[in-house]
């Protein structure tokens, strides 16, 4: 009898312990792209900081296209990703690598965000010797443009195009790679141009110019105003903008600002992942904005008064009662529907 007793405490203690652990210790599965991408460093940047100040624990898998990730949270297998507005608009029309998923308005509406942040500009990046000076030049190479189906890949295809004419697999070859591949083949010569994102200087374009300089496609000003480009910075979260080269210090070789397109980015989650969690990240990440933009310069215009900057997303529940908390005034439009009362 009493070695029956001490199995029922055993047990109940285990069942106790146990119980403890799954109160203090939260663990959440997020995404980002590849490493020395701005949704890196500012995913690791954020992790950094909520594990410093909560008991929430934050695995990252790096490389994943967002627009798949998207997908994936929302479907409860992620339960932090980072999204951009026109991805998500693409998401609630079925456009672009959203079309033939039937389910995806359906998706994007399980999605919520927590805070807004600037994703960088697009680039287009050739070696300076390759003799590729305008877009127009990229007829017959071998381009990377991103994953097929992503969002990258899409929009090198409308700047592409709106800037030349050239079609992917007609006029040029576009290289079937996920981001590691396409950045190795880069660096390895066997890729001719490489789409990519960032802030100025950007880690991954200076990593590049260790090879040799190398120089940014600009685009026609005619490409804003027609066609593919123009439909491009239509969408939400797209800006027509100009890329600045002199802090590359001369190794990059444009001698002048550089036409491209400016996008903006946010950390994202779902209605699945509880309001508590949520909160809590939120502020942590609020309350500790300094150790944020000690992380990179460009994280500095992340602020009380950018965080939901070029949202079409709710925020989640979580983040709201947070920002209420402290003031902020959100639109209507963001307000997650199951925060009405």
Do not use: C
């Not at 954020?46 to 008991?55: H, P």
């Not at 590691?180 to 802030?199: E, I, P």
């Amino acid at each position: 009898m009493k070695s029956l007793v001490k199995a029922i405490a055993l047990s109940l203690g285990l069942l106790a312990a146990s119980a403890s652990v799954g109160l203090t210790d939260t663990f959440l599965k997020m995404s980002s792209m590849q490493a020395g991408s701005p949704n890196y460093t500012i995913a690791t940047g954020l992790i950094k900081i909520v594990q410093d100040n909560t008991d929430i624990k934050i695995q990252l898998s790096a490389g994943e296209t967002q627009t798949k990730a998207m997908l994936q949270g929302a479907r409860g297998r992620l339960d932090m990703m980072l999204s951009t507005p026109f991805a998500v608009h693409w998401m609630k029309n079925n456009a672009a690598m959203y079309k033939t998923i039937e389910d995806a308005p359906e998706m994007a509406g399980k999605l919520r965000n927590i805070l807004s942040f600037p994703l960088g500009t697009l680039y287009v990046v050739v070696r300076a010797d390759s003799g590729i000076e305008a877009f127009d030049d990229l007829k017959g190479k071998r381009v990377f443009m991103g994953p097929p189906g992503s969002g990258g890949y899409n929009i090198a295809n409308a700047m592409i195009a709106g800037s030349s004419g050239l079609k992917a697999g007609e006029d040029f070859e576009a290289m079937n790679l996920d981001w590691a591949g396409g950045t190795q083949a880069f660096q390895d010569g066997n890729a001719d141009a490489y789409l990519g994102s960032g802030t100025v200087p950007t880690p991954l374009v200076e990593q590049f110019a260790l090879g040799g300089n190398v120089r940014f496609l600009s685009m026609p000003k005619s490409a804003y105003e027609e066609g593919p480009a123009a439909g491009l910075v239509s969408l939400p979260g797209f800006l027509a903008q100009t890329l600045d080269v002199a802090g590359y210090d001369g190794k990059v070789v444009d001698e002048g600002p550089v036409n491209t397109i400016g996008m903006a980015g946010a950390i994202t989650t779902h209605v699945g992942v509880s309001e508590d969690v949520v909160y809590e990240i939120t502020k942590a990440v609020i309350e500790n904005l300094d150790d944020l933009h000690a992380v990179a310069t460009w994280l500095k215009q992340v602020n009380r008064d950018t965080v939901m900057q070029d949202m079409n997303l709710p925020l989640h529940a979580g983040t709201y009662k947070y920002f209420k908390e402290i003031g902020l005034d959100v639109p209507e439009e963001l307000i997650p529907p199951e925060s009405k009362g």
